[in-house]
């Protein structure tokens, strides 16, 4: 019973998709250039993601949440980019960690699944079974601006944003 018990426990861990939590660095995918800093953290057993800084042209953090300067069109009250919450409601679902994701520009809402894949978080909005996949990269100190104090993912708490 007890060799039993141990191998339900163990079957279960196998089931669960790797911790997404922490910072990355989203990239553009036509120009290769860094586009900007995703804090990814964990709120109630569901996982969220708020953007903390994005780059200028030439690779350095330009707006942070800090030091807000672009506007997101596509919410309600075109709040800044730097402090918005886009990824949220992500629930462990095996390998991957599903929910919604929102694309900031227009204020559309898509499903949304996430994972792990060497070392690189993979992000997929899907609209039905029509999807679009980026590889973000785990954001490194040389990222962030002299001086700028990361914050602290244990102690954020969502807001999602109002979509027009």
Avoid at 14 to 26: N, R, V
Avoid at 103 to 123: A, K, Q, R, T
Avoid at 143 to 157: A, C, N, Q, T, Y
Wanted: contains cysteine; glycine residues 10%; positive net charge.
């Amino acid at each position: 019973m007890i060799k039993f018990l141990l191998c339900l426990i163990c079957s279960f861990s196998l089931f669960s998709a790797e911790d997404i939590g922490g910072f990355w660095k989203t990239i553009d995918e036509k120009s290769g250039v860094a586009q900007a800093i995703i804090a990814v953290y964990k709120h109630e057993g569901r996982y969220y993601g708020r953007i903390i800084g994005s780059f200028g042209p030439d690779g350095k953090m330009q707006d942070s949440i800090y030091n807000p300067i672009k506007r997101a069109p596509g919410i309600v009250g075109e709040p800044f980019y730097s402090g918005l919450d886009i990824i949220w409601y992500l629930v462990d679902r095996g390998a991957k960690f599903k929910g919604k994701i929102l694309d900031p520009e227009h204020g559309d809402v898509y499903n949304s699944e996430l994972w792990i894949d060497n070392g690189n978080l993979v992000v997929r909005g899907k609209l039905l079974m029509f999807g679009r996949s980026q590889t973000w990269l785990p954001a490194v100190e040389a990222d962030f601006p002299k001086g700028f104090k990361k914050p602290d993912l244990k102690s954020m708490v969502p807001s999602i944003p109002n979509v027009k």
